[in-house]
Nanobody, 119 residues
Framework: VQLVESGGDLVQAGNSLRLSCAATGSTRNINVLGWYRRAPGKQRELVATITTGGGKTNYADSVKGRFTISRDNAKNMMYLQMNSLKLEDTAIYYC?????????????WGQGTQVTVSS
């Protein structure tokens, strides 16, 4: 599975941005998709996840009410709509896919896309 993020940009605080993640390769049995981020000097943290089956979502407290994760299974795409961006949202955002192979669970990562929020 290969994951490619896009949509990162430099935006002013309060504005919106939408990130996209395209999955290619053997995408069968991917059961959870997610966005993670790594801010300068900090560890990578969970932003949001969504199940490919029922579309159940989970958000970090810091983004609840501002960010929305979604997916299009037919297109093998995942999105992150980010509204009311804050300076502290500045980070590299990574796409993640979790694939259940029965005997093992595989984790795949994209290369990341930079989001910079300015005042």
């Amino acid at each position: 599975v290969q994951l490619v993020e896009s949509g990162g940009d430099l935006v002013q605080a309060g504005n919106s941005l939408r990130l996209s993640c395209a999955a290619t390769g053997s995408t069968r049995n991917i059961n959870v998709l997610g966005w993670y981020r790594r801010a300068p000097g900090k560890q990578r943290e969970l932003v949001a996840t969504i199940t490919t089956g029922g579309g159940k979502t989970n958000y970090a407290d810091s983004v609840k009410g501002r960010f929305t994760i979604s997916r299009d299974n037919a297109k093998n795409m995942m999105y992150l709509q980010m509204n009311s961006l804050k300076l502290e949202d500045t980070a590299i955002y990574y796409c993640n896919a979790r694939q259940n192979l029965g005997i093992a669970t595989m984790n795949y990562w994209g290369q990341g896309t930079q989001v910079t929020v300015s005042s």
